[in-house]
C-alpha cells in the first residue's frame, strides 16, 4: 500500500535513523533533514571521509552497533529523501522551514517525527568565557571528529556520565589529562546505585573509566567546586581554581572542558506547539512517542535524556505509533518488538532517574558565591550583576521577560546553554524549585541564518 502521506523526519541520530528504518520496513519512504554532514547524530558521529581511523578507534565498546547502524542507514538509500546538511530553523503548524545547501525551503508535512537530541548543559563559572574554555562534548566533538585533543594538560569539570567517557576518551586518545573534578559528592552515586544496577554492563562500563583514570594517575575528585579559570597574559585559559571541603587549590591547564549531563533541544517541539509535562521542562508525549498535537511524534534526546540505546528504541516507538495512526499493517515480529521497545524503555528510563541523582547540576549555593562580574550569557557577554539589577528592579522572575531585559539567552545559541542558569538563579534568589520556574521560549530563527540565504 502506498501513502500519500508527507512524513518527515528531523535528526538523523539513533533515534531519527530508527525511526526511517522502521518506516521503510513498512513501505513508507519518509523526508529524514539533518543539520549534520553525515548520520549518526552524536554518539554515533561520523568524521569526515577523508579520515581514516577505524570503528573500534573512534567508537570504543560502541563500535560495533555504530558500524551497524551506520550500514542499515546508507542501505536505506533512495528509499528515503535523506537531506544532510540542512537546518530546520523555524516551524509553524505543518511546515518546516529549512536551509541546506541549495537555500532555504518551506517543507510541507502531514506526519512529523522530531528526533532532535540534546545539547550540553553548561553552568558559569568566573573566567569560563576565555579561549581555551570548551563544554564537555566541543571537547569530544573535536575528538571524535577530527582526532584533535584542545590542549595538554587539559582538566575536566562538570558532573554525569559525559564528564567521565569524555575524559577517559581523551587519556586513551594519549592526551595529557590534568584532573577530574566532579561536582557531585561519592556517596550520592551509592544512593544511585539500585536504578544503576538496572543496567549493570553500561554503569561498570563506567565505573571502569573511573578506574582507567585513576591507574593512570589522573587526579580525581568528587565533591569539588570549581572557583574560577584563571587566565595568562593573553587571556587564554591558564588554570583552574576549585575549593574542596575548606581547601582552596590552583591547577595549570591549558584547556578546561566541563558540563553537567545534558539538556534535550526542544526548540522545534517548543514553536510547534508541544506542551511540556508540567513540572518537568519536557515535551509531553504518550508512551509510544506521540504528542498531544496531531501528527507530531518525538524519540530520543530531544524529549528526555534516556542515552543512545532509548533513543534508538524511542525511534522504533514513534514510527510504530505513527504506523498506528496511519492504520499500516504490522507483521506479528514489530509488533512483539514493539512490546519489547516498550518495557525496556521503561527501564532505561529507571537508570537515567539513578544518573540523575548520582550526578545532579550545581546546588543553589553555587550561584550564591558567583562574583557578579561572572558572565552567565556569553553570546551577549550578559553579566550575573545585569541579571540581578534586571531581576531586582523589575521584581521579575521570569526568564523570559529577563531576556527581554538583559538580551541573555537572544544570542548565537538562543538561550541553549545560559537557559538553565537563568533558571536557577531565579529559583536560588526565590528558594523556588527550578521546575517552578517558567522555560526558556523558544524564538525563530532558531539557529543563525546567513544573510545570503535565499528562497529557492
Ligand atoms: C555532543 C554529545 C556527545 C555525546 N557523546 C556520547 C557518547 O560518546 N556516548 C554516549 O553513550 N552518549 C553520548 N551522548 C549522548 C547520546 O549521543 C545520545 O543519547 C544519543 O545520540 C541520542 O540520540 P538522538 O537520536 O536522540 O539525538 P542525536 O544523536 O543528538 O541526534 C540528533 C540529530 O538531530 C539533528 N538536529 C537537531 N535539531 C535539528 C534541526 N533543527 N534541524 C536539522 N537537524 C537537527 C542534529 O544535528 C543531530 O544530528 C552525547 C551527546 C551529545 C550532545
Known amino acids: 500500500m502506498v501513502s500519500d502521506e508527507k512524513i518527515v523526519i528531523v535528526g538523523a541520530g539513533p533515534s531519527g535513523m530508527e525511526a526511517a528504518l522502521t518506516l521503510v520496513k513498512s513501505g513508507l519512504h519518509p523526508i529524514v533533514i539533518d543539520a549534520g554532514a553525515r548520520s549518526g547524530g552524536q554518539i554515533y558521529r561520523r568524521p569526515p571521509d577523508t579520515h581514516r581511523r577505524s570503528y573500534t578507534e573512534i567508537y570504543g565498546a560502541d563500535a560495533a552497533k555504530a558500524r551497524h547502524l551506520h550500514g542499515a542507514f546508507d542501505a536505506l538509500g533512495k528509499?528515503?529523501?535523506?537531506?544532510?546538511?540542512?537546518?530546520?530553523?523555524?516551524?509553524?503548524e505543518g511546515a518546516l522551514f529549512l536551509d541546506g545547501p541549495s537555500g532555504r525551503e518551506t517543507l510541507v508535512y502531514d506526519k512529523l517525527i522530531l528526533c532532535t537530541g540534546a545539547t550540553d548543559r553548561v553552568f558559569p563559572i568566573p573566567?569560563?568565557?576565555?579561549?581555551?574554555?570548551?563544554?564537555?562534548?566541543?571537547?569530544?566533538?573535536?575528538?571524535?571528529?577530527?582526532?584533535?585533543?584542545?590542549?595538554?594538560?587539559?582538566?575536566?569539570?562538570?558532573?554525569?556520565?559525559l564528564l567521565w567517557l569524555?575524559?577517559?576518551?581523551?587519556?586513551?586518545?594519549?592526551?595529557?589529562?590534568?584532573?577530574?573534578?566532579?561536582?557531585?559528592?561519592?556517596?550520592?552515586?551509592?544512593?544511585?546505585?539500585?536504578?544503576?544496577?538496572?543496567?549493570?554492563?553500561?554503569?561498570?562500563r563506567g565505573a571502569k573509566q573511573v578506574v582507567a583514570l585513576w591507574r593512570a594517575g589522573v587526579p580525581i575528585q568528587f565533591g569539588a567546586r570549581p572557583r574560577a579559570v584563571s587566565v595568562d597574559g593573553d587571556g587564554q585559559v591558564a588554570g583552574l581554581q576549585y575549593s574542596h571541603g575548606q581547601e582552596t587549590s590552583e591547577i595549570p591547564l591549558q584547556a578546561l572542558a566541563l558540563g553537567w549531563h545534558l539538556r534535550s533541544e526542544t526548540q522545534l517541539s517548543h514553536l510547534l506547539g508541544v506542551p511540556?509535562?508540567?513540572?518537568?521542562?519536557?515535551?509531553?508525549?504518550?508512551?509510544?512517542?506521540?504528542?498531544?498535537?496531531?501528527?507530531?511524534?518525538?524519540?530520543?534526546?530531544?524529549?528526555?535524556?534516556?542515552?543512545?540505546?532509548?533513543?534508538?528504541?524511542?525511534?522504533?516507538?514513534?514510527?510504530?505509533?505513527?504506523?498506528?495512526?496511519?492504520?499500516?499493517?504490522?507483521?506479528?515480529?514489530?509488533k512483539m518488538k514493539s512490546v519489547l521497545d516498550r518495557i525496556n524503555h521503561v527501564r532505561m528510563r529507571a537508570f537515567a532517574k539513578g544518573l540523575a541523582r548520582a550526578f545532579p547540576p550545581p546546588d543553589y549555593e553555587h550561584y550564591r558565591t558567583l562574583p557578579e562580574t561572572t558572565v552567565l550569557c556569553r553570546c551577549e557577554n550578559v553579566s550575573l550583576s545585569a541579571v540581578r539589577v534586571a531581576s531586582e528592579n523589575w521584581d521579575c522572575q521570569d526568564i523570559n521577560r529577563i531576556k527581554a531585559l538583559t538580551r541573555a539567552g537572544m544570542g548565537r545559541c538562543q538561550g541553549r546553554y545560559c537557559g538553565a542558569t537563568l533558571t536557577a538563579i531565579v529559583a536560588s534568589e526565590t528558594g523556588r524549585a527550578g521546575s517552578t520556574i517558567p522555560e526558556h521560549r523558544a524564538q525563530a530563527p532558531i539557529y543563525p541564518l546567513p544573510i545570503v540565504a535565499k528562497d529557492r
Open 79 to 92: 528509499t528515503i529523501d535523506y537531506r544532510p546538511n540542512t537546518r530546520v530553523w523555524a516551524a509553524y
Open 127 to 161: 573566567g569560563w568565557e576565555a579561549p581555551g574554555c570548551y563544554s564537555l562534548a566541543g571537547a569530544q566533538i573535536a575528538l571524535k571528529s577530527q582526532a584533535l585533543a584542545l590542549g595538554g594538560p587539559i582538566g575536566f569539570v562538570g558532573a554525569g556520565p
Open 166 to 204: 569524555v575524559a577517559w576518551q581523551h587519556l586513551w586518545a594519549g592526551a595529557q589529562v590534568a584532573g577530574v573534578w566532579c561536582t557531585a559528592p561519592l556517596k550520592n552515586l551509592a544512593f544511585a546505585l539500585p536504578w544503576l544496577a538496572l543496567r549493570p554492563r553500561l554503569a561498570l
Open 276 to 334: 511540556s509535562v508540567p513540572r518537568q521542562h519536557r515535551p509531553m508525549i504518550d508512551g509510544t512517542g506521540r504528542s498531544p498535537v496531531n501528527g507530531i511524534y518525538l524519540a530520543g534526546d530531544g524529549v528526555e535524556i534516556l542515552g543512545a540505546d532509548a533513543a534508538r528504541t524511542g525511534g522504533r516507538m514513534a514510527a510504530t505509533a505513527l504506523l498506528n495512526d496511519l492504520s499500516r499493517a504490522q507483521t506479528v515480529m514489530a
